[in-house]
């Protein structure tokens, strides 16, 4: 495949280039599990992407949006690798801090009190 200005990239390809996977099997994988969607529709990994696609990587708790500018078929350096698309995406929500319930090591068992309080924490009441 000619790496000078192609009319047409493997999906697969694409992402591991501009560093969206970390790895070109990895792309592969999301593509076969759903989480990636070209121009809106779940898309096989050998699909063909072209300047101006629209596509969408499902992440956990969020959904990331691109445009493609620019087709590579090598993996380039992160400054190279964001000029060849356009970040859409909404902002990152916020991490949610869920209170987790400690108890000492060699504490013993819980008392009925201690237990009352690890169902409320959990919601169970």
């Excluded at 593509?31 to 050998?46: D, E, I, S, T």
């Excluded at 699909?47 to 629209?54: E, N, S």
């Amino acid at each position: 495949m000619p790496t000078s200005d192609p009319a047409s990239v493997r999906l697969d390809v694409w992402l591991w280039s501009v560093r969206l996977f970390k790895t070109r099997s990895s792309a592969t994988q999301g593509c076969r599990a759903g989480h990636v969607r070209l121009n809106g529709a779940p898309v096989k990994a050998a699909q063909p992407v072209r300047v101006g696609d629209r596509v969408s990587v499902k992440r956990p708790g969020w959904q990331q949006e691109f445009e493609v500018t620019r087709l590579i078929v090598k993996r380039v350096g992160a400054p190279v690798a964001v000029k060849c698309y356009v970040d859409r995406s909404p902002p990152r929500p916020a991490e949610l801090s869920v209170p987790v319930a400690r108890r000492d090591r060699g504490a013993g068992r819980p008392t009925k009190k201690d237990r009352r309080e690890l169902e409320r924490l959990r919601g169970q009441r």
